[in-house]
């Protein structure tokens, strides 16, 4: 299978990292961080490089991609950071043992073109606003458990332990 990865909460639990730092998000009706987060400025760490860096990896997630590809999968990470962040998140992934495949950092809008137009299998991602593209294109659409995506009605993996079953 061709299979895309997202990268946020994923890969990496940046919303952890948010809410350690910033405390508790309180709202999850809407899958936009600046209404989990009302009065923050989200910019100062989308931008920021030393942010990226210090983000933990979500536990599993290198030894569940590690795993799809030795069973001979092709393997992309589909990420709608900022091309900005490319350099130190591909320094984030080589550090913390995941693969050394294709990392597409395209922004929201060049995600959802990537998911509209490339020919992949799967998309494995925590929100559904991917992942309902995805299934609009008729490909299989994964969602990592999260509290965003409750409502997500397709399949659905607890925690990247998970991942065996799900193929
Ligand atoms: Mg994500």
Redesign the pocket.
């Known amino acids: 299978m061709n299979i895309l990865l997202?990268?946020?909460?994923?890969l990496s639990d940046t919303f952890a990292e948010l809410e350690r730092r910033e405390g508790p998000a309180t709202d999850f009706s809407v899958e936009d961080l600046r209404v989990m987060f009302p009065g923050i400025d989200l910019r100062k760490y989308m931008e920021s490089l030393d942010f990226h860096r210090e983000i933990p990896p979500v536990p599993g997630a290198a030894e569940g991609v590690n795993w799809i590809i030795a069973r001979g999968h092709k393997v992309r990470y589909a990420s709608a950071r900022s091309p900005d962040v490319q350099k130190v998140s591909l320094e984030w992934l080589r550090e913390r043992g995941f693969p050394p495949v294709p990392l597409h950092c395209l922004g929201r809008d060049g995600k959802k073109e990537l998911l509209r137009a490339d020919p992949y299998d799967l998309l494995i991602?925590?929100?559904m606003r991917y992942l309902n593209i995805a299934r609009e294109q008729g490909r299989r659409a994964i969602a990592l458990d999260r509290r965003w995506n409750g409502s997500w009605d397709g399949d659905r993996i607890v925690t990247w332990e998970d991942i065996k079953s799900a193929f």
């Open positions: 997202d990268f946020d909460d994923v991602d925590d929100q």
